[in-house]
């Protein structure tokens, strides 16, 4: 129900109206038009549209150019509290891991990336660029670099697949904590289309250094993770 002289705007009812509406559906269902929610409501066609982008930037509708507004599928759910690879979330949710390689390659270590990874600048990095996907959808392009001394024989092949498997399985290492930052941003030029988003569509950028049991960085990632993908859930105590 819409109440026009309430103090909460209008589009705002809309949101949750139509958020109350599609709990009734499925993903991939569609929606009633502007037209339909307008005259439905006795309101204009500009606080619909306006209620609807709201959703799409949320992540709750999808809009498909010339066929209509549509239920999205949930978001993914991330806890922020254990340490985990991109193939161990998706297949716990039981979603299928898939990896586009998009650059593999040795590169020595710049100054800033040296000193991320406590490594001499110079010293040889793998820069790895993936596209990850869960079930055919993109869901994150991450850009990894790692130490070619510690992280001894890395191949296309075997970031194809899962990093942390080959690490922890392979090399046998003991993969132990990290540290992640999560920041809000827009999709850039060279990303939007990878990551099957229109161009500044939001986005979150995630920093990780993660650290092996002796203390040592063995990646520093960069991620841009889909906005309307993602919902990051973190677990909090009050302290004493
Ligand atoms: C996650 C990690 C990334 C790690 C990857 C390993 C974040 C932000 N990033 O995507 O740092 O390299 O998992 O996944 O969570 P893999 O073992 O499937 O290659």
Redesign the pocket.
Same mark, same amino acid.
């Given at each position: 129900m819409i109440i026009k002289d309430s103090h909460i705007p209008i589009y705002f009812q809309l949101e949750t109206e139509i958020k109350e509406l599609i709990k009734d559906l499925k993903t991939g269902d569609p929606i009633s038009s502007e037209r339909e929610f307008a005259e439905k409501y006795d309101i204009s066609r500009m606080t619909v549209r306006q209620a609807i982008n709201n959703l799409v930037n949320e992540g709750v509708l999808v809009r498909k150019r010339g066929k209509g507004t549509f239920v999205a599928a949930p978001k993914v759910e991330q806890p922020l509290s254990g340490l985990?690879?991109?193939?161990?979330?998706m297949r716990s949710r039981g979603m299928t891991?898939q990896?586009k390689i998009l650059n593999f390659q040795v590169i020595p270590a710049d100054r800033n990336t040296a000193g991320k990874l406590k490594i001499e600048e110079g010293s040889l990095v793998y820069e790895v660029r993936?596209l990850?996907l869960a079930d055919n959808i993109p869901m994150?392009l991450?850009t $990894?670099y790692l130490p070619c001394d510690l992280i001894k024989g890395l191949t296309k092949e075997i970031?194809h697949?899962?990093?942390?498997?080959y690490v922890e399985n392979s090399l046998q290492l003991k993969i132990s904590h990290?540290t992640?930052t999560l920041e809000s941003s827009l999709s850039q030029k060279n990303e939007s289309p990878l990551l099957e988003l229109k161009d500044g569509s939001p986005v979150l950028l995630?920093e990780?250094y $993660?650290y092996l049991e002796t203390g040592t960085p063995f990646?520093y990632?960069k991620?841009i993770?889909r906005g309307d993908r993602y919902k990051f859930v973190i677990d909090m105590k009050r302290g004493q």
């Open positions: 985990t690879s991109f193939s161990e979330d891991p990896t993936r990850r994150a991450e $990894s970031v697949a899962s990093l942390y498997e990290a992640q995630i990780r $993660s990646e990632v991620s993770y």
